[in-house]
């Protein structure tokens, strides 16, 4: 474990008391900042032989892995998809399927190192507002730490697999009259109170954990650095992660350029694409966010502003698909690569195909665009998309005449 401290994002200002999670002097965001001076001795070659994942990379995490708690995240596949590039006009196109994640979604990057930290504080009760992969997450750990977990979602609008897996890991799922900023609201009120240990991406930690994505891309691209890197864009957590991570391995010497960081909103739910067409560091959040990626449905992101930098800082780019191109690109990954994603995941590489359309990504770019979820979380989705099973008559001439249509 590096050393670290708790800072506020916006004025500095070092936050000591673990139950908050806003600045109590300015109210600005919270984030760890890492001292690597130990670090900086090392080489790639020196991090763990054989251990792959999130823990491979704790000498960038601050939390010591004495209190891990852990289901052997990370370490996902980073797939050329030679078909796919083709298909949309890239030729130096990878896929970074985060949906072979224990709990199907890049959130257990983040909540390995959120509950061992929650677990080092000696903390009973923890929780968190979803849109349905952070409560899928969160009840995976906390059921392996043996915490009482509560998980608040949005009424009605949960994709099916999420919902399985958060009742499936013995959490209280509390169903919240209103949306996920509605929920997220009522966690942040209880987490104030000191009810429970509040876990959503407002919580340091986890995007500590969610830098890992950055350091393994790295090591499987053996630090040749990709151009560009494509992430749907909906509390904004995520790209905030990976633009920390590539400045960690500027800091200690591994990479000596950064690539653009590029996030992708649903156009229902964009208030980030807004901003960043504006030119602003700020946001106006979308009071009715609305898309098919419900995992990217998220109207005030809470994250949204580390975004933009993150964005800016690295000359990336920022802007929105529909939800045709979003299902569109999900039946792509699917028929070209055998791929299977949700929605809010497929947003990564329908954007790819849209900065290519608009002149934004060179075609020969070496990109990757991150799919953060797998497709059987969201089972409805897809079977609303895909035709039907196809009425058969029992015998092998029913089948040739079928085939051969
Ligand atoms: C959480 C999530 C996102 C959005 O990540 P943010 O950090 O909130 O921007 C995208 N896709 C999937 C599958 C997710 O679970
Ligand atoms: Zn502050």
């Not at 997450?137 to 392996?144: N, S």
């Not at 609008?157 to 958060?166: F, I, P």
């Not at 799922?173 to 949306?179: A, F, H, P, T």
């Not at 960690?248 to 992708?264: Q, R, S, Y």
Request: charged fraction near 20%; include cysteine.
């Amino acid at each position: 474990m590096a050393a670290h401290k708790v800072i506020c994002w916006d004025c500095g200002a070092e936050v000591t008391d673990p139950f908050v999670n806003t600045c109590p002097k300015c109210g600005g965001l919270l984030t760890v900042k890492m001292d690597l001076e130990k670090v900086k001795e090392m080489k790639p070659t020196d991090l763990h032989k054989t251990q792959i994942g999130v823990w491979r990379y704790a000498p960038f995490m601050p939390v010591d892995p004495a209190h891990k708690v852990s289901i052997q995240e990370g370490g996902t596949p980073l797939y050329p998809v030679k078909a796919l590039g083709e298909t949309i006009g890239c030729k130096n196109a990878f896929v970074k399927f985060e949906g072979l994640n224990p709990t199907g979604s890049f959130k257990d990057r983040g909540m390995t190192i959120g509950v061992s930290h929650a677990n080092e504080l000696g903390a009973k009760v923890v929780g968190c507002a979803s849109t349905g992969n952070t409560s899928a997450a969160l009840a995976a750990y906390a059921a392996k730490a043996g915490m009482k977990c509560a998980v608040f979602l949005p009424s009605g609008k949960v994709a099916m697999g999420k919902l399985a897996q958060a009742l499936f890991f013995g959490a209280k799922v509390l169903s919240i009259d209103g949306n996920f900023d509605d929920a997220l609201a009522l966690a942040r009120k209880m987490a104030d109170e000191r009810k429970l240990y509040l876990l959503n991406s407002i919580n340091p930690y986890r995007p500590e954990g969610q830098k890992s994505v950055l350091f393994e891309i790295m090591d499987q691209l053996a630090y040749d650095v990709p151009d560009r890197i494509i992430l749907p864009v909906g509390n904004a957590a995520n790209i905030w992660a990976v633009y920390k991570a590539c400045m960690e391995l500027k800091e200690v010497g591994w990479i000596d350029k950064v690539p653009m960081l590029t996030g992708i909103q649903a156009a229902g739910s964009a208030p980030v694409a807004r901003a960043f067409e504006a030119k602003n560091k700020t946001f106006e959040p979308e009071p009715n966010p609305e898309t098919v990626a419900t995992a990217i449905r998220i109207g005030n992101p809470v994250s949204g502003r580390k975004a933009l930098a993150a964005m800016y800082n690295t000359g990336g780019y920022c802007t929105t698909v529909t939800d045709e191109e979003i299902i569109a690109a999900q039946q792509l990954l699917g028929r070209k690569e055998g791929v299977c994603v949700e929605p809010a995941s497929a947003a990564s590489v329908a954007g790819l195909k849209k900065l290519i359309e608009i002149g934004v990504a060179d075609k020969d770019e070496r990109v990757v665009c991150i799919c953060t979820g797998n497709g059987l979380k969201d089972p409805d989705t897809i079977i609303n998309n895909c035709a039907p099973p196809i009425k058969c008559g029992n015998s092998v001439a029913d089948v040739e005449r079928i085939l051969s249509e």
